[in-house]
């Protein structure tokens, strides 16, 4: 919830740093301040949930202690993955499989309706580093391909075993503890680079 106007201007800033990521896939943007609460802590993840999760959405959520907290802070409805228009999956392999591989596709008829997904990663980088894996980011929005690097793979190996063939598909957003973020829309391809990790 959000409850005053230093939050109100934070979110603002959080929405754009978000959209900007979105016409710019692959690309790092960082949410910095704007993912600090009102009580100082920083919690990049619940930002994107406190973002776009609200009474009139369904969300999902594996971790059930977090679910019980989207769900009192935002007021939104508990759904299966298959159905929730909104899939949140904390730093945790085991929790992508069903998180993202699960996540709705939307139909021909309404593509809007597949899922927005959050995945927290424990490192989202604009540069290569140890034990990090490297992807690359082509479509629209992207002149030639951006490249970036997270700690995590399994995200990717998931979403191309869905298969899913535009417009139906799911829009990703990966975050890591510092408020680092990297888009991939549905509508964009992504490929791990060999010798990325």
Request: with cysteine.
């Amino acid at each position: 919830m959000i409850s005053n106007d230093v939050e109100i201007h934070r979110m603002q800033r959080a929405f754009r740093t978000v959209m900007n990521a979105f016409a710019q896939p692959g690309t790092i943007a960082e949410l910095r301040d704007d993912a600090v609460d009102a009580a100082g802590a920083r919690d990049p993840l619940m930002t994107l949930v406190r973002l776009f999760v609200d009474q009139a959405v369904t969300f999902y959520c594996c971790d059930d202690a977090l679910a019980e907290r989207i769900a009192v802070e935002t007021k939104a409805r508990r759904a299966s993955q298959s159905e929730a228009l909104f899939v949140v999956v904390p730093a945790a392999a085991s929790a992508c499989e069903a998180g993202v591989g699960e996540a709705s596709a939307g139909t021909l008829v309404s593509p809007e309706k597949g899922a927005t997904v959050f995945v927290e990663c424990g490192r989202v980088s604009a540069t290569p580093d140890e034990g990090l894996a490297g992807f690359e980011v082509q479509g629209p929005g992207v002149r030639d391909v951006n490249r970036f690097w997270t700690d995590s793979d399994e995200w990717e190996r998931v979403r191309e075993g869905r298969c899913d063939e535009y417009p139906l598909g799911i829009e990703m957003i990966l975050v890591d503890g510092e408020g680092r973020l990297a888009a991939v829309p549905r509508s964009s391809s992504v490929t791990r680079m060999e010798g990325g990790r």
